[in-house]
């Protein structure tokens, strides 16, 4: 007889009202011995109430429960109208109509069930007192009132239970989001080590050895074994530099940086991004890779979320001693000297500066209200990376 979930604080109100009306029908009984109309009518209500009770169909707000609520109240009537102890049935009457009834339908079911109350005791002849108007219309008063919060108390606990699964969802997908940030961080991390350490390390080592293979007669006993250094040296940069790839962020796991520029370009929402290359493109240690990556996003975010643009264009460029971004758009431009980090999470501009300055290199913003926005980031390529690998 309820849609409600059936917890402890859910059931205790409907046992109460199982209760009254039955302890309610069990007085008139008591009080109807002898009349065989009477017991017949209070039979007949409580086996009409008990098969509403037990019947799935009888819901709030369903055609079911409005009509076991009609057959219900048609009994009471009947029964009202042999016994005037009958009256007090009432009481859990109304709670049945303004918890089956829409509340349009159930206020007038409420007044009209009080006033058949009252008109019981003009129908038995009974003793007029100011307690026979006062009485039903009070009933109906704290049984309106007793509902009306009920129903209040269970929406806002549906909306605590609806924050509380949102909340549990949303720290859920925030813990999610750290471990996946931590794991790239940490990647990222163990990238940079192994270039800064033992690539470099290698990559001197190999140097140091050919160069004493060069200063070697053709005939040194010590040559082959210097060949032979040497080689292992360069198996183990290659190996390496393959540990560093494997470590490398997703966007750049299948792609070079000017690919994985491109996919970014193309599937940046809003404006219309290009995306270019200047120079001869050179193998990039995979830390300049992440740091030109992830600043070429940040840039991009900002000119999606903050600068109304209709066109941006990033271009990658490879020069002699150095390597340089630049993110351009054509949107509202800001106030420089009022930059501050940018939201939802990304990498503001103080963040950008600090990749770039973790690798040696500079970032500058040029821009003005209405002007549009340019970011250009210039890292220097390490001396390795200037020659022939």
């Not at 001197?204 to 200063?215: C, G, P």
């Not at 264009?313 to 930059?339: C, N, Q, W």
Request: aromatic fraction near 4%; include cysteine; proline fraction near 7%.
């Amino acid at each position: 007889m309820d849609s409600r979930p059936h917890t402890p604080a859910a059931r205790l109100p409907r046992l109460c009202l199982h209760a009254l009306l039955t302890g309610l029908l069990a007085l008139v009984a008591v009080r109807a011995v002898g009349d065989a109309a009477a017991l017949a009518a209070v039979g007949a209500m409580a086996a009409v109430y008990a098969a509403g009770v037990l019947t799935p169909t009888v819901r709030p707000r369903t055609r079911a429960g409005a009509g076991w609520l009609g057959a219900l109240c048609a009994v009471w009537l009947v029964l009202l109208a042999l016994s005037p102890d009958a009256l007090w049935v009432a009481f859990p009457l109304y709670f049945l109509q303004l918890h089956l009834l829409p509340q349009r339908w159930g206020l007038p079911a409420v007044a009209a069930t009080a006033g058949a109350a009252i008109a019981s005791f003009l129908l038995h002849g009974e003793q007029i007192t100011p307690g026979t108007f006062i009485g039903p219309p009070l009933g109906a008063a704290v049984a309106v009132a007793t509902v009306l919060g009920y129903d209040a108390l269970y929406r806002e606990s549906e909306r605590r239970r609806e924050l509380i699964e949102e909340l549990v969802s949303t720290r859920a997908e925030l813990a999610g989001a750290e471990r996946a940030a931590g794991t790239l961080a940490e990647r990222e991390r163990l990238a940079r080590e192994i270039h800064d350490t033992l690539a470099q390390g290698l990559s001197s080592i190999q140097l140091l050895l050919r160069a004493a293979e060069r200063a070697l007669a053709a005939d040194h006993p010590a040559r082959a074994h210097v060949e032979q250094a040497r080689a292992a040296a360069q198996d183990n940069l290659a190996e390496a530099r393959r540990f560093v790839r494997a470590l490398t962020p997703p966007g750049l796991e299948r792609a070079s940086l000017p690919g994985a520029l491109e996919r970014l370009c193309a599937s940046t929402p809003g404006p219309a991004v290009r995306f270019g290359v200047s120079g001869t493109p050179v193998e990039l240690p995979t830390p300049y890779e992440v740091a030109l990556l992830r600043i070429a996003q940040s840039a991009l975010a900002n000119t999606v979320q903050h600068a109304a643009a209709g066109r941006a264009e990033i271009t990658l460029s490879f020069m002699d001693t150095s390597v340089a971004l630049d993110v351009v758009d054509d949107g509202k431009g800001f106030d420089p000297g009022r930059e501050r980090p940018s939201g939802s999470g990304g990498f503001g501009l103080p963040a950008m500066r600090s990749r770039a300055r973790s690798l040696g290199g500079t970032l500058s913003v040029e821009s003005a209200p209405g002007q549009g926005t340019a970011v250009a980031i210039t890292l220097p390529l390490p001396v390795r990376e200037r020659g022939a690998v």
